[in-house]
């Protein structure tokens, strides 16, 4: 029977109550104890660095949270699935084991995408809503994203009021993939409803959500005010995406006239290799900023092309064939046309690129430096 000492210290650490030093001595001696759910704790501690003066310890974490399972801890199982999606990326043995416990191998711990759904199937007969909202996401994970089977996991998990399921299949009817839409509506009825369903859940927290709320502005899904579609737009930007970077700092560059901080997301799209971004800043400079050399927009350009942007490449073409950019020689342009025309990955552009290059051979441009 557990010392009633150890359960008041130990209830009073997961309040808050303690010091950090005594809120661990606390949980970890009554894990020691065998209570289930400070085994549990100790053992998301060591998994996410929280406890221990930051100690990460895969080993650590599963020695606790495989004794918090054994003793009936049915939130553990979910954490276990955590877990074991984690040590699949881990190649050697973690440095910080802890010292006292039994030896334990990476080797010996349950480790990838199906382990994880089979402790998450676990939890979730046992009836926690983690575990099998969890199983949910890996399920789809493991489905592949444009697969039947991966949209009725979508479905059920929206059912469940999970809101990166309703994201995903906004996404998918914003694509006008009709396997997305609600019940018996269409695709694109079908975004609003599932943006709408997933707002109350996400609003400032979900970076996809708002890009796909701006797009879904511009397709006239949603009514589009300035103020709104800069906020989406804004928020989108500041979760990381690099699509967003570039719609917003496109967005500065056409609707405010703000140069600066535009320059600054297509910079930051472009570095992240979204080519759009680098053909962006190209045009601008060249064809918007007088005051600044044209060889730096070329030089954007250039970049552009060696991530595979035909319009670019296209441009240049022509530009060449006019006589522009001299400092380009000619024999890449025609590598470039040639790549258009042979790759066939570009079908729309072919009957161009084959017009700007028979051109160039009609003027005989063979400039050599």
Known sequence: MLHPLIIYRYKQAIRGKLLPKKKYAA??????????????????????????????????????????????????WYWRAR?????????????????GLPKISIGDIPAGLDAAIKFCKYGQDLGDDAAK??????????????TDYAITILHEAANNNQS???????????????????????????TMY???RAAPQTENQNGKYHLLMAKAMEQGIFPKSSTNFRQHLK????????????????????????GLNAEAWLRKAADAGYSDAAATLGDWITMGCPDISDEIGISWYMKAITMGHVGTMLHISRMIMIGKYSKIEIHEAKAWLREIINSGKYE????????????????????SR
């Open 27 to 76: 949980i970890h001696n009554a894990a020691k104890a065998n209570l289930p759910e400070a085994c549990r704790y100790l053992g998301a501690g060591y998994l996410t660095g929280s406890f221990g003066g930051g100690i990460f310890s895969i080993e650590s974490a599963h020695y606790w949270l495989k004794k918090a399972t054994d003793l009936g801890d049915v939130p553990a």
């Open 83 to 99: 877990l074991a999606l984690i040590t699949q990326n881990i190649e050697s043995e973690s440095l910080n084991f802890v010292p």
């Open 133 to 146: 909202h969890l199983r949910l996401r890996l399920l789809y994970m493991r489905a592949g994203e444009n």
């Open 164 to 190: 990166w399921a309703m994201i995903e299949l906004a996404e998918r009817c914003l694509q006008d993939d009709e396997r997305a839409a609600y019940s018996k509506g269409r695709a694109r009825n079908s």
């Open 194 to 196: 599932w943006l709408s």
């Open 235 to 258: 928020c989108a930007a500041e979760a990381q995406i690099p699509e967003a970077w570039f719609r917003y700092g496109v967005f500065l560059l056409k609707a405010d006239r703000d």
């Open 348 to 367: 729309p552009y072919v009957e161009e690129a084959k017009l700007i290059m028979l051109t160039m051979e009609n003027k005989n441009l063979s400039r």
